[in-house]
């Protein structure tokens, strides 16, 4: 089972065991606005929906843990991966909000940029964020993410639109924002 360690926190590859908190997180009303999240899935279903991800080589679903306590935190899903075109997206959600604005979502993220840059040598890493998810937007843009578009009015949420941001890392931005000298940058 994949693991990528950080100091605070670990990605580990979803297992069962995570099921029952994930799903618990995926219906909470205020996670939902901020993802976007339309489906709602029984925890059986998300169960067996999960299993059927496993199989598909262009994805890793991950489980964040803090490693002090070992405490379930988040999920993020890096998909869409393109390794001819050398491409990914992700996407990464926080359950718990103690764990907010303390450094953790920073952290995830490096380790995802650290393991899509430097096991997987990918030159891009996008993420889309609705305009509403003020925190969102500010941790990638924190993490070296450029926004690159924006599709306009992209959603309507409690009566009010949003737009979707687009914002990408591309290898030269991770090694700039990691301070790798230039011919250490290859490939």
């Known amino acids: 089972m994949m693991e990528l360690k950080g100091t605070k926190i670990y990605l580990r590859q979803i297992h069962q065991g995570d099921m029952p908190q994930i799903h618990q997180a995926h219906e909470d009303e205020e996670l939902r ?37 070992n405490q379930l935190i988040g999920d993020l899903t890096l998909f869409a991966i393109d390794l001819e075109s050398k491409k990914a997206r992700f996407r990464l959600t926080l359950h718990d909000k103690n764990y907010q604005n303390k450094g953790y979502g920073t952290e995830v993220v490096t380790l995802v940029q650290d393991f899509v ?12 964020v609705l ?57």
């Open 131 to 187: 305009s509403h998810n003020s925190q969102g937007i500010h941790l990638f843009a924190q993490t070296g993410f450029k926004q690159e578009g924006v599709l306009r009015q992209f959603v309507y949420l409690n009566h009010q639109y949003s737009d979707n941001i687009l914002m990408a890392m591309i290898r030269v931005d991770y090694h700039q924002a990691r301070r790798v000298p230039h011919e250490m940058m290859s490939i």
């Open 33 to 69: 606005y901020l993802t976007h999240t339309k489906e709602s899935y029984t925890l059986k279903e998300m169960t067996k929906r999960y299993k059927q991800l496993r199989k598909d080589v262009t994805r890793e679903d991950f489980s964040i843990y803090v490693t002090e306590s």
């Open 117 to 128: 840059f430097k096991e997987l040598k990918l030159n891009r890493l996008e993420v889309e």
